[in-house]
């Protein structure tokens, strides 16, 4: 039995020989190199289903819905007169409400999430929000994504933070983000993780009339660094990482000069797009999912998870909850994605066995008003509810359904801060400091 | 302190050097020609050349009266069905004039013959930061580009003035809801934390009492422009940095100039911008000495800097990363194509993270390595192989072609007879400087699996391969 180091070694030469990156990288390597070799290594080996990628890292899917969801609508307070009284219109009949309490309880299309709920495998936290309330989509948007106070303009984004503090050195896919854009959650001054909408996308695509082979060896010539990368690697893989978080001495983003600096990043993209690809083209859903952008970005996500990609972060976002107008039918068919999406991840994951590593939460950049407005629809508002999903989840109702009648300029007024509900996955989930990444401390919630 | 730049050094390589710089690059010979000019006069053309903005109609946009006319037909709209109608077409409306907005613009950078201009310009936007996601009105946003146009390279005051009445400003930073006795504070706040001075250069006191100073400042609903409200202005006492009386915005803006941190924080963002990341203090200290000296006078200042040696250091040649508009516009320059279809531009500039007329934040975009992630990266080089084969298939697109580039007048024939003839001059084109022996090596050993003359499939693949490449991220 080989020890992980002499594996490592062994499928490095390996990798190298048949590898178009060439000799350069032969005596030091970046840490998340090793893993790299090391994971493809563990897939060689053709373990069906799922692939370690060090010792049950956990990991954090954040789920954006965006446009700002109608929690009321969500998690319904049927028993509340007020609730009707205030919307006449699109008030949901209590006798299809989900019941999870006697006040309280899902949209009717939300019957996979209550049976997670009935699982235990799903808490729900009541009255999410943040002081001073922000009703523009963008600067709400960008309060939840940086984790400030609504009267401080900060730009870094707080999983950005985390991966700066904790996850130094760490393979480039630490963050993944399923979309076009990289979310202002993962902005920082030394930007780590990627996004991608389409795997088969997230490579270098020559379109070399000559020799497309050739051509593509020579790029990744050119993109492979002058000198090795400096420095000496601790240990070949550390326990409690994830398979991903190490430190390499002096070859953090601000070292070296700015070829330097291009030549690691290019290098480190390559590895993971094509680490990205070998796994999306290899790894298939036992699972269905729907057919929407959830459903997909779930399903590649749960692919990525099974290929063993060495994520601490997963990013997906679900659009188009700004409901304004004639709401009903369009909330109905954004809470029937969701359900469907997130029970499938959920049934995708336990075929796996992964589970266990996986904790998803939600978030909106707020509610919506607690009236409807006259166009059968919903005005931007503030507190609402968020999920909280997972093998390792405390299931129930947590917090207090914010009054109906005691209102913030027509609002709902929170009870739970946001970055409490960070502070809780960063310190119980990621065993990160969550004071450092928030830049406060937040209350934790029992929700883990 | 920034002693000029001796005549004897001046080479191609300096020029090319400040075509980027002060401006977004250029064929060869564009370069050739600021070359002959020697140092001084090659700087001095960029402040003579004369705005050449009338070549460049602005598309139409909604005006502010017909806006206004739009809200009054929405208001009046009797059915739901109706004013749903009405908002989807407005909004789609404006959708399109932003994307031509922007799309002016790029142009404009692309073919400008006062390319300085343009680049002040968008320094200024990055410094204002201002995004029309909040303020959701192109014509304004069009607006307050020519304001910063206009000011870009003249005294800072003014401009920090101008800004402070420039409506699409008075919205972004909520300046129209503040009145005497509710102010709001953030611009007050931004005006001396992004604008002037920094964190830490002021106390929370200063925000409150300067907010105070702001009140009243309105955007006129039917004509667009600024208007002063004056019983909703606060005439009381401030005090103000140290100093009491009944400031107005405009004497508050001139307490702030005169701070020494003020030129520092001015002159530390401008070299960081035009020149290297990391100024050391003393050249910190140096550009704000300047900008004190001139009172606050830009171009004068950016005169001086671009005749310096300071600015063609070997620490600063080739130096700085890319920003993804310098990018674009620099590549289909050398390339001598146009700006691709305003639909891939916007999705392009998307991914690599620079929209303008839509920074990310209050605080504009950090460039440098900010710019740079694995994504973004791969972005750009899948970016270079579509503008040289015009397939969109390499960005995943489908169907938008671009324009044909004409491979034989950047590489004549006459140049292809062997490997050194062809990168002499090819080289210089894509990088404006000598690449390192090891890539040159690289770029031999790829020729040479080919027979002279060499065609135009392998001039462009080779060309690929140069712009999948670190070094060409950087100018």
């Not at chain 1, 370690?52 to 954006?64: C, F, M, P, R, Y």
């Not at chain 1, 006449?88 to 709920?117: E, V, W």
């Not at chain 2, 006062?114 to 303020?135: D, M, R, Y």
């Not at chain 2, 001598?336 to 999705?347: G, R, S």
Request: hydrophobic fraction near 40%; include cysteine.
């Amino acid at each position: 039995m080989k020890t992980p180091r002499e594996q490592t070694l062994h499928t490095r030469r390996q990798f190298l020989r048949t590898s178009m990156l060439g000799g350069a990288l032969a005596s030091t390597v970046p840490l998340f190199l090793e893993k790299t070799f090391l994971t493809l290594d563990s897939m060689a080996a053709a373990t069906p289903g799922q692939y370690a990628t060090g010792k049950d890292g956990t990991i954090l899917v954040v789920l954006q819905m965006a446009g700002g969801n109608d929690g009321i609508n969500t998690l319904v307070p049927f028993g509340d007169d007020a609730y009707y009284r205030a919307r006449p219109k699109i008030g949901l009949p209590a006798n299809q409400i989900l019941r999870i309490s006697d006040y309280a309880g899902l949209h009717p299309q939300l019957t996979g999430i209550r049976d997670l709920y009935g699982l235990g495998n799903l808490g729900l936290i009541q009255g999410v929000g943040y002081p001073n309330p922000n009703r523009s989509h963008f600067r709400s948007t960008e309060i939840w994504q940086t984790a400030s106070d609504a009267e401080r303009n900060e730009t870094e984004g707080w999983l950005g933070r985390y991966f700066d503090n904790c996850c130094k050195g760490a393979d480039p896919t630490v963050g993944v983000a399923i979309g076009n854009q990289t979310p202002q959650a993962f902005a920082s001054p030394n930007p780590q993780g990627v996004a991608f909408s389409n795997p088969e996308q997230f490579r270098y695509m020559s379109d070399a009339a000559s020799d497309p082979n050739s051509a593509n060896m020579f790029v990744r010539e050119m993109n492979t660094p002058d000198q090795e990368v400096e420095g000496t690697i601790h240990g070949a893989v550390s326990d409690n990482s994830g398979g991903t978080i190490g430190m390499i001495d002096g070859a953090g983003n601000n070292s070296g000069s700015t070829v330097e600096f291009l030549q690691r990043t290019a290098l480190g993209a390559q590895m993971s797009s094509d680490k990205i690809l070998a796994i999306t083209r290899k790894t298939k859903s036992s699972v269905d999912y729907p057919h929407t952008q959830l459903g997909n970005s779930l399903n590649l996500v749960s692919r990525l998870i099974a290929g063993g990609l060495p994520t601490r972060v997963y990013y997906v976002s679900q659009g188009g909850f700004d409901t304004h107008a004639n709401q009903l039918p369009t909330h109905d068919r954004l809470m029937t994605d969701l359900n469907g999406s997130l029970s499938s991840f959920v049934k995708d994951l336990k075929a796996q066995g992964n589970f266990d590593r996986v904790l998803m939460i939600s978030f909106s950049e707020f509610g919506r008003r607690v009236a409807e407005n006259a166009s059968g629809g919903t005005d931007h508002g503030a507190a609402a509810p968020l999920f909280v999903l997972g093998g390792g989840v405390k299931p129930g109702l947590f917090g207090a359904y914010p009054s109906l009648t005691n209102l913030y300029q027509g609002d709902l007024r929170f009870s739970t801060d946001f970055r409490s509900v960070y502070a809780t996955a960063l310190e119980k989930w990621l065993g990160a400091p969550s004071e450092q990444v928030l830049g406060k401390k937040f209350p934790l919630l029992p929700f883990i | 302190m920034f002693a000029p730049l001796s005549e004897k050094l001046w080479n191609r390589t300096l020029a090319a050097h400040l075509l980027n710089r002060a401006g977004f690059g250029g064929t060869p010979s564009e370069i050739y020609s600021l070359e002959s000019l020697g140092p001084a006069k090659a700087v001095e053309s960029f402040f003579t050349a004369e705005d050449d903005g009338d070549l460049f109609p602005v598309p139409p946009l909604t005006l502010p009266a017909e806006r206004f006319v739009y809200q009054q037909k929405l208001k009046s709209a009797v059915s739901e069905d109706e004013k749903k109608i009405l908002r989807s077409a407005f909004n789609a409306s404006q959708r399109d004039s932003m994307r031509d907005l922007r799309l002016w613009w790029l142009n404009r950078m692309r073919y400008t013959s006062a390319p300085l201009l343009e680049k002040v310009t968008l320094f200024w936007h990055g410094h204002f930061a201002t995004s029309n996601q909040k303020v959701e009105n192109p014509w304004l946003m069009w607006q307050q580009n020519e304001t910063l146009r206009s000011y870009a390279l003249g005294k800072f005051p003014d401009l920090l003035k101008a800004m402070s009445r420039d409506p699409a400003m008075i919205k972004w930073l909520d300046l129209g809801t503040s009145k005497k006795n509710h102010p709001n504070e953030n611009f007050a706040r931004e005006l001396m934390e992004l604008f002037s001075l920094g964190e830490g250069h002021y106390t929370e006191k200063d925000v409150q009492e300067s907010a105070r100073a702001f009140t009243g400042y309105r955007v006129d609903q039917q004509t667009g422009f600024f208007k002063m409200v004056s019983h909703d202005f606060d005439p009381g006492m401030k005090s103000f940095m140290g100093r009491i009386g009944s400031f107005n915005g405009d004497e508050i803006i001139d307490i702030i100039v005169a701070q020494p941190q003020c030129a520092r924080f001015i002159g530390r963002k401008l070299w960081k911008y035009f020149v290297s990341d990391n100024p050391s203090d003393q050249t910190v200290e140096e550009v704000a000495c300047l900008l004190r000296s001139n009172g606050y006078d830009i171009g004068a200042t950016l005169r001086v800097i671009f005749k310096s040696q300071d600015f063609y250091s070997s620490a600063v040649i080739h130096q700085q990363i890319k920003g993804p508009v310098q990018w674009m516009i620099q590549t289909t320059k050398l390339l001598e194509i146009p700006l691709p279809d305003a639909k891939v531009l916007e999705n392009s500039l998307t991914m690599l993270g620079q929209v303008v007329f839509a920074p990310p934040n209050v605080k504009g975009w950090d460039g440098g390595r900010a710019w740079i992630s694995a994504s973004t990266l791969l972005y750009r080089y899948n970016l270079a192989s579509y503008l040289l084969s015009g397939k969109a298939k390499v960005l995943g697109g489908g169907g938008i072609k671009t324009a044909v580039v004409p491979l034989e007048k950047l590489s004549p024939l006459s140049s292809r007879i062997g490997p050194d003839h062809l990168l002499d001059p090819l080289e210089f084109l894509v990088f404006n400087i000598r690449v390192s022996a090891k890539d040159r090596a690289e770029f031999i050993s790829y020729l040479r699996q080919y027979p002279t003359p060499y065609a135009d499939s392998v001039v462009r693949d080779l060309m690929q391969i140069m712009m999948g490449t670190p070094e060409f991220q950087l100018c």
